[in-house]
């Protein structure tokens, strides 16, 4: 399958810093990505879908002032996570798809935040 | 909007024995994609199988195979001869060929492999 890698694995920032999470396709052009959030034990919940070249769409409640997504090339998207805040501390998942692998997502291996 | 149903929190199997983890789903589409994903410790998120809905025979991958009932919109998966490298929280997932790519999710199934 493709692989989809994210960076950084885990990180610690302050509250009210700002924080930025990449999500690359290594071997695939992804024109599109998804951004999902996790609690533990708990299912993914997409917060926005990126389009390689256009502004994401975010889901229902999400804030995309806080949440900046940025999918500027077909292999690279950054998730921002601005002025975080201890809630905003939780697993992030991204996933890659469309172009030559149309019908399925394939996974990063996602990001730890924890805001203190 | 389709909706996915995990009814099992927990399920737990003996290793090598047979387990049947439930998914039921809501939609109105008669062409979708149904998936089932593995997320083990590490938090990698792993295909297991797929299934397109126009297709009437059930998929299968190895140990691993689907009961898909398109008109009870029901999608169970069944692991045979579990292994301790099984325990895992499962995920049922629907996928609409309307909407792009967007997958929606169930609530997930610990499964747990006793040796």
């Known amino acids: 399958g493709a692989v989809v890698s994210q960076h950084p694995s885990r990180v610690i920032c302050k509250s009210g810093t700002s924080v930025k999470i990449e999500c690359r396709s290594l071997?695939?052009?992804?024109?599109?990505m998804f951004w999902y959030r996790q609690f533990p034990k708990q299912s993914l919940m997409l917060m926005a879908t990126s389009n390689e070249g256009s502004k994401a769409t975010y889901e229902q409640g999400v804030e995309k002032d806080k949440f900046l997504i940025n999918h500027a090339s077909l292999t690279l998207s950054t998730l921002t996570v601005t002025s975080a805040h201890p809630e905003d501390s939780s697993f992030y998942i991204c996933s890659a798809g469309g172009g030559t692998r149309s019908y399925e997502q394939y996974f990063g291996p996602g990001t730890r935040l924890t805001v203190t | 909007a389709q909706t996915v149903t995990q009814s099992q929190p927990e399920m737990s199997v003996q290793e090598a024995e047979t387990v049947t983890l439930s998914c039921t789903y809501d939609t109105s589409e008669s062409d979708y994609y149904l998936f089932w994903y593995k997320q083990p410790p590490s938090r990698q998120m792993i295909l297991v199988i797929r299934q397109e809905a126009y297709k009437q025979q059930n998929a299968t991958e190895n140990r691993f195979s689907v009961n898909f009932q398109k008109a009870a919109k029901s999608f169970s998966l069944k692991i045979s001869d579990s292994q301790l490298g099984d325990a895992a929280m499962y995920f049922c997932a629907y996928r609409s060929m309307e909407y792009g790519n967007k997958l929606v999710f169930g609530a997930g199934t610990i499964l747990r492999v006793k040796s």
């Open positions: 071997d695939f052009q992804a024109t599109t």
